[in-house]
């Protein structure tokens, strides 16, 4: 079982930054596949970017070249630095845990980018 914290969400201008955080506990962290996932208003849930315990990281299209994810395993967070951001980039994020047939979601944090 991995509980997960997601923290760092808000309202940010277009071309702004934000950084979220994901606390995890519960199991042995580096083990699993850490990812940020996100859903508008009336959309599906998305991939927006994975990362591995060893540091290989995967991206969706939309958001290359602009958002980093990265993860701390000593410390059990991931983390989603967030650059030049858009107006489509507004959506609930959440983070996930994956291992094997196990996946373990947060609650959420929004994330509203507007002027």
């Known amino acids: 079982q991995v509980q997960l914290v997601e923290s760092g969400g808000g309202l940010v201008q277009p071309g702004g930054s934000l950084r979220l955080s994901c606390a995890a506990s519960?199991?042995?962290?580096?083990?699993?596949?850490m990812g940020w996932y996100r859903q508008a208003p009336g959309q599906q849930r998305d991939m927006v970017a994975t990362i591995t315990g060893g540091g290989s990281t995967n991206y969706a299209d939309s958001v290359k070249g602009r958002f980093t994810i990265s993860r701390d395993n000593a410390e059990e967070m991931v983390y989603l630095q967030m650059n030049s951001m858009k107006p489509e980039d507004t959506a609930v994020y959440y983070c996930?845990?994956?291992?094997?047939?196990?996946?373990?979601w947060g609650q959420g944090t929004q994330v509203t980018v507007s002027s």
């Open positions: 996930k845990a994956m291992w094997l047939e196990n996946s373990y």
């Open positions: 519960g199991s042995i962290f580096r083990l699993y596949i």
